[in-house]
């Protein structure tokens, strides 16, 4: 019988082949039991392969008063069982496939096919902002930094020069003290301040990169990086 079980245990992972390397335990059996333990062993084998422990162990139940010279190997072997039982228990099997999103923030429309959804600063004011996978850095406003006390000189770290479609341009470089999109929250994160032409902020890569970005239809999802 443990024959053809031990093709299906060899599925399993390899911490488990151990706790099933047993003998032949049913070789000697007589043959008015034949029947029944095949049926049996079938239903063991699917029940081992579908991790279904609590099945397992009643048939092995069934199993020792058809086998009783072998019923202190049988008994052994329902020990093993109970064992990965309690470790399925315990240590749970992680979901295959993609991870459950960290966090999910809603699509309010799209200009031109790109993402609007809402941006809040500092915990404190939300913004409507593109989500711009191409911008390097998220940027803002004039209007946003003014409305977060951004706009003065003294808030500035740094200018720097990009490219735009009217050529080049300088930007000041201010720090904002957290970004929350979709309930998940960067901190410090350094934002540039566009000129007067740009009408609506960029969420940009300096946020993004932090996740596995999935865009559907209707939302955006953040998911760890694996």
């Known amino acids: 019988m443990l024959g053809h079980l031990s093709m299906a ?3 399993l992972k390899r911490s488990w082949m151990v706790l099933f390397c047993l003998p032949l335990l049913f070789a ?6 034949q029947s029944s333990v095949a049926t049996l062993e079938q239903q063991l084998q699917t029940a081992v392969a579908q991790k279904n422990w609590s099945q397992a162990l009643q ?4 199993l020792i008063p058809l086998a009783p010279k072998q019923a202190s190997q049988l008994k052994q ?8 039982s309690r470790n399925s228990i315990s240590t749970p099997v992680k ?8 966090g999910s923030v809603p699509i309010k429309r799209r200009e031109h096919g790109v993402p609007v959804v809402d941006v809040a600063f500092n915990q404190r004011k939300s913004f409507e902002m593109l989500v711009d996978s191409g911008a390097s850095l ?3 406003t004039r209007p946003m930094a003014a409305a977060l006390g951004l706009n003065s000189p003294d808030k500035v770290v740094q200018i720097i020069t990009t490219k735009t479609a009217n050529g080049e341009t300088k930007m000041p470089i201010v720090y904002v003290s957290a970004i929350t999109v979709g309930g998940l929250t960067a901190t410090q994160v350094p934002v540039a301040i566009a000129g007067p032409d740009l009408d609506m902020g960029l969420l940009g890569q300096d946020f993004l990169q932090r996740y596995d ?11 760890d990086r694996k």
């Open 28 to 33: 000697t059996l007589p043959s008015w039991g």
């Open 77 to 84: 072997y329902r020990v093993k069982i109970e064992q990965l």
């Open 95 to 102: 979901a295959q496939g993609k991870s459950l999103p960290q």
């Open 138 to 140: 998220t940027v803002i």
């Open 9 to 11: 245990i060899a599925k």
């Open 213 to 223: 970005v999935n865009l559907k239809s209707n939302r955006i999802e953040f998911h």
């Open 59 to 62: 048939i092995v139940d069934r």
